[in-house]
């Protein structure tokens, strides 16, 4: 299934905080929640925790954002992922007078939000549930050239269910078809791309893609600038 930037409409649980869903059960989705989620400036996410096995995966995108996560206060960038396991509190405010957006991910859909009062905040420069930028950037696999993966969560930051990771496709480039026993959601966070497998379609920036089960996806990047695929698992990297 593909889903068109083009074709959606934002909403707002949160004043301040437009969404667009990319992956959920009003699609028919079974597995995957994912959404791109904005912060205007001035504006934030309440400090909650989700419930049962709602892991939470939080990735970067554009500006800066302070996170609370676990009673520690840090500001968080672009490429910046933060995982929130349940019943760990967490939440986000835009301190800066630019917009911030993230990718959110749950490996079950529709998750349940708790919100709680605010935290007594310790600042902090780093946390283990925070993956720094590019911290874990490697080839996507042997022998596939032009084509790099960097992790943003998985058992190396406390991620029991989730795992996800940015796609770099060089100019000219392709990664290779695979398939899953799960359902895979992919997202454009710069493009286009063309499918290789599967449905045949290019999809622009801000498109998405959830491939079912056993189903073989692939792209390939024919433009002329690096094309960055996010791509979210609703198991752990093994």
């Not at 930051?157 to 990771?165: E, H, I, L, P």
């Not at 497998?197 to 189903?215: I, Q």
Request: proline share 8%.
């Amino acid at each position: 299934m593909i889903i068109r930037r083009a074709g959606q409409e934002p909403t707002d649980r949160y004043p301040g905080c437009p969404r667009f869903a990319i992956a959920g059960d009003d699609f028919g989705h079974t597995s995957l929640h994912v959404g791109d989620l904005y912060y205007r400036p001035g504006y934030g996410v309440p400090h909650h925790y989700h419930t049962g096995g709602a892991e939470e995966t939080q990735i970067m995108l554009d500006g800066e954002l302070e996170c609370w996560v676990d009673g520690k206060r840090v500001v968080v960038y672009p490429g910046d992922t933060v995982t929130a396991p349940p019943g760990i509190g967490h939440a986000f405010q835009n301190r800066s007078g630019a917009m911030g957006r993230m990718i959110t991910a749950f490996p079950l859909t529709p998750p349940e939000t708790i919100h709680i009062d605010d935290p007594e905040l310790e600042d902090a420069t780093s946390h283990p549930a925070i993956i720094r930028a590019d911290s874990r950037r490697g080839a996507y696999a042997d022998g596939v050239d032009g084509v790099e993966k960097i992790e943003l969560s998985g058992d190396f930051s406390g991620a029991k269910s989730t795992y996800t990771y940015f796609v770099d496709i060089q100019p000219g480039a392709s990664m290779p078809v695979e398939t899953f026993n799960a359902e895979t959601a992919i997202f454009v966070v710069s493009g286009p791309v063309v499918s290789i497998a599967g449905e045949d379609a290019e999809l622009d920036t801000d498109d998405g893609a959830v491939v079912p089960p056993n189903e073989q996806y692939g792209f390939a990047n024919k433009g002329d600038a690096v094309a960055r695929l996010c791509v979210v698992h609703p198991f752990l990297n093994s």
